[in-house]
């Protein structure tokens, strides 16, 4: 569960465009720490705070990761859309 933990923190923070010290940072820890929590037993509370930290649900933490998916936003006609699936996108493009 750890793994997942750690691969979702470091895909937010790189979708977020932030590096994992400012994560740490902002959850008002040290990097060392926060890397421990990634990759060890992490408290309920410092997971909380990354979940705060990055805007995303504690669900989402843990939500292993699926590389087929496709999610997203697109603008089209100044309108933006957000999509979670391929049929979805599809849909959205032939409206």
Not at 20 to 49: C, F, H, Q, W
Not at 51 to 74: H, Q, R, W
Request: charge should be positive; include cysteine; glycine fraction near 6%.
């Amino acid at each position: 569960m750890e793994k997942v933990l750690a691969e979702n923190v470091k895909r937010l923070c790189k979708e977020q465009k932030k590096q994992l010290k400012d994560l740490a940072s902002e959850m008002g820890v040290d990097p060392a720490s926060l890397n421990r929590a990634m990759y060890g037993n992490a408290r309920l509370d410092t997971i909380e705070k990354m979940a705060t930290a990055l805007g995303v649900s504690i669900k989402s933490l843990f939500d292993p990761i699926d590389y087929d998916t496709v999610e997203g936003y697109i603008k089209i006609k100044g309108k933006i859309y957000q999509f979670n699936s391929k049929e979805e996108l599809n849909r959205i493009l032939t409206e």
